[in-house]
T-cell receptor, first 114, second 111 residues
Framework: GAGVSQSPSNKVTEKGKDVELRCDPISGHTALYWYRQSLGQGLEFLIYFQGNSAPDKSGLPSDRFSAERTGGSVSTLTIQRTQQEDSAVYLC????????????FGPGTRLTVT | RKEVEQDPGPFNVPEGATVAFNCTYSNSASQSFFWYRQDCRKEPKLLMSVYSSGNEDGRFTAQLNRASQYISLLIRDSKLSDSATYLCVVKSFNGNTPLVFGKGTRLSVIA
């Protein structure tokens, strides 16, 4: 079946501009997560959505970052007034309620802020 | 202390060798443990879950030591295709909470 998809795959933007990154989770998965990975670094948790519950935003690095999930499916991560340190790969993952809650990752969006 | 710590490597081993990675975690409330694999410029993918009694999947063996709070991954008969970064991952609570990732251990298997 279809896995997690993300768009765009690459995004180059100028410092100060806003960007929107999109994630389509696996159909039926109730949980959706956003992470980012800077070059040579580990994964940094940003935000997660679980069903209709309020999202856990504890990992968002600043108020320039926000995310929403419409209809319990597609999610959009928005970064306002981008800075060079925002350059990273932004990864989305989803998981179901069953089993050991393994997370399936999308291919990521590589964001470069110039 | 970092929540999940791993030796970054790289581990450079010849084909056919056996290699082991260890990982320590700081939160004794951690409930679930995993090894993920990440190829260069690709997304992480689940390699195997780690069960309390230890578990094996082909050439891969994972073990958990709750008392010492460490997890290990053993790869036997290494293949060139095993070259990747191996991420130790823990989850503190049951349910769909975020995973905590280690920074990974890089493995290069050399012909």
């Amino acid at each position: 079946g279809a896995g997690v998809s993300q768009s765009p795959s690459n995004k180059v933007t100028e410092k100060g501009k806003d960007v929107e990154l999109r994630c389509d989770p696996i159909s039926g998965h109730t949980a959706l997560y956003w992470y980012r990975q800077s070059l040579g670094q580990g994964l940094e948790f940003l935000i997660y959505f679980q069903g209709n519950s309020a999202p856990d935003k504890s990992g968002l690095p600043s108020d320039r970052f926000s995310a929403e999930r419409t209809g319990g499916s597609v999610s959009t991560l928005t970064i306002q007034r981008t800075q060079q340190e925002d350059s990273a790969v932004y990864l989305c993952a989803s998981s179901s309620r069953t089993g050991l809650y393994e997370q399936y990752f999308g291919p990521g969006t590589r964001l470069t802020v110039t | 202390r970092k929540e999940v710590e791993q030796d970054p490597g790289p581990f450079n081993v010849p084909e056919g060798a056996t290699v082991a990675f260890n990982c320590t975690y700081s939160n004794s409330a951690s409930q679930s443990f995993f090894w993920y694999r990440q190829d260069c410029r690709k997304e992480p993918k689940l390699l195997m879950s780690v069960y309390s009694s230890g578990n094996e999947d082909g050439r891969f063996t994972a073990q958990l030591n709750r008392a010492s709070q460490y997890i290990s991954l053993l790869i036997r008969d290494s293949k060139l295709s095993d070259s990747a970064t191996y991420l130790c991952v823990v989850k503190s609570f049951n349910g769909n909470t975020p995973l905590v990732f280690g920074k990974g251990t890089r493995l290069s298997v050399i012909a």
